[in-house]
């Protein structure tokens, strides 16, 4: 079995709404027919790559593409852990989670997205508070930080509910002009004084640890 060979397909992270976990074959492609249907409003722009703009046939192929790029590049010391959000029994968005030398660092970086058809009903702070207890409460995090442009007012409101601080401010560069984010971080302390979702974490044996770079 798959799970023989790549024991995090066995990783669940259950909220009282949603699943997170990583998707078959099959569940790719439904979320990626998610992201065909719009992941944004056509006014709003809150990806530094503007894979949300594309047609959707390339916006749906962008998912899967990037899911696999993830997975093939994956190793203990870089890896990105893509978690297909399902509602319901149907995926929904997906919730990312990022880690360079982890097992040193103990430092996660977060993105994610949901369907525009979802979005307003509260799923994507479940989402990201499912992806935090993960990192901190079974991987020992010590910081999980995450990046919004300033007019991304969503994601900022799941930030501040969810007790993360400002961390300063990047600038980078999109289509051709200079745009800034706001970075912020959040510590064990700050997660655990604002932690109130209820979460459960099953598949997280030794085999997936060290995939993390956890060796103790």
């Known amino acids: ?31 990626a027919d998610v992201a065909a249907r719009g992941v944004h409003r056509p006014q709003d722009r809150p990806f530094l790559t503007p894979w949300g703009e594309l047609p959707p046939t390339e916006r749906a192929r962008h998912v899967v593409q990037s899911h696999w790029i993830r997975l093939g590049r994956w190793s203990p010391r870089d890896w990105a852990l893509d978690l297909v959000a399902f509602h319901e029994g149907r995926p929904v968005g997906i919730q990312d989670m990022r880690a360079k030398e982890f097992g040193v660092r103990r430092e996660i970086v977060s993105g994610s997205w949901l369907g525009l058809e979802h979005q307003g009903k509260g799923l994507g702070t479940e989402m990201r508070a499912a992806m935090l207890h993960l990192a901190f409460a079974e991987l020992g995090a010590r910081s999980a930080t995450s990046l919004s442009f300033t007019d991304n007012h969503s994601s900022l409101a799941v930030s501040r509910r969810l007790g993360y601080r400002a961390d300063g401010i990047e600038r980078d560069v999109l289509d051709g002009r200079v745009v800034a984010s706001k970075r912020l971080r959040l510590s064990p302390e700050d997660w655990a004084e604002h932690a109130r979702t209820p979460v459960t974490v099953t598949g997280l044996n030794d085999d997936c640890r060290t995939l993390f770079g956890l060796t103790d």
């Open 1 to 31: 079995m798959i799970v023989d060979h790549w024991p995090l397909r066995g990783l669940r992270v259950t909220s009282p709404r949603l699943e997170l976990r990583p998707p078959t074959e099959d569940e790719l492609a439904e979320v």
